[in-house]
């Protein structure tokens, strides 16, 4: 069973630009949650997407978007981005059941 | 504020002995509790949970404990393999479900020969 894969690996972009992440979670999971990893404020939950609706939502800006198709795979989006924006931006699948969920390789994206 | 406290930085333990983190929580409304073991640049991988309904749940030489009452919980690794070394973060959520997690700061743990 092939794990969660998120694209691109890394990316480097300038301050004001925005981009999109990817994640295709673990087949069969229908719940997609956006964590962001910076070495001050340590791994903090973004976002979570079930069913392509947004289920629960963390203490980030308007700028830190997402969606979900129906195929469960989900895109983050951050729009103006600037310098403290530069994280490691990790992606996590589960079953929506009590079960672990199931971490990403992450994309580390930088801002200059 | 730091709902999910780690307070051991770090930890050194010989092959073979018992590994034992720590992790303290706040809110009263963590219902579900999880375990991960991270190596930098990777994301971290799952190792075991807990439901609030349960005190001890065990896989293999992993087994995390529950104390509601002290809003604490461990995770105890027997016995420790050099494998084993890696900063271990505890998670929490208020949904029952791996969802919405709350991570402490991570335990660096060093298994030595």
């Known amino acids: 069973k092939a794990g969660v894969t998120q694209t691109p690996r890394y990316l480097i972009k300038t301050r004001g630009q925005q981009v999109t992440l990817s994640c295709s979670p673990i087949s069969g999971h229908r719940s997609v949650s956006w964590y962001q990893q910076t070495p001050g404020q340590g791994l903090q939950f973004l976002f979570e997407?079930?069913?392509?609706?947004?289920?629960n939502k963390g203490n980030f800006p308007g700028r830190f978007s997402g969606r979900q198709f129906s195929n469960s795979r989900s895109e983050m989006n951050v729009s103006t981005l600037e310098l403290g924006d530069s994280a490691l931006y990790l992606c996590a699948s589960s079953s929506g059941q009590t079960l672990g969920a199931f971490f990403g390789q992450g994309t580390r994206l930088t801002v200059v | 504020d730091q709902q999910v406290k780690q307070n051991s930085p770090s930890l050194s333990v010989q092959e073979g002995r018992i590994s034992i983190l720590n992790c303290d929580y706040t809110?009263?409304?963590?219902?579900?509790f999880l375990w991960y073991k991270k190596y930098p640049a990777e994301g971290p991988t799952f190792l075991i949970s807990i439901s609030s309904i349960k005190d001890k749940n065990e896989d293999g030489r992993f087994t995390v404990f529950l104390n509601k009452s002290a809003k604490h919980l461990s995770l105890h690794i027997v016995p420790s393999q050099p494998g084993d070394s890696a900063v271990y973060f505890c998670?929490?959520?208020?949904?029952?479900?791996?969802?919405?997690?709350?991570f402490g700061t991570g335990t660096r743990l060093q298994v030595t020969l």
């Open positions: 809110n009263s409304m963590f219902d579900y």
């Open positions: 998670a929490a959520s208020p949904t029952g479900t791996a969802s919405k997690l709350t």
């Open positions: 997407y079930f069913s392509e609706t947004q289920r």
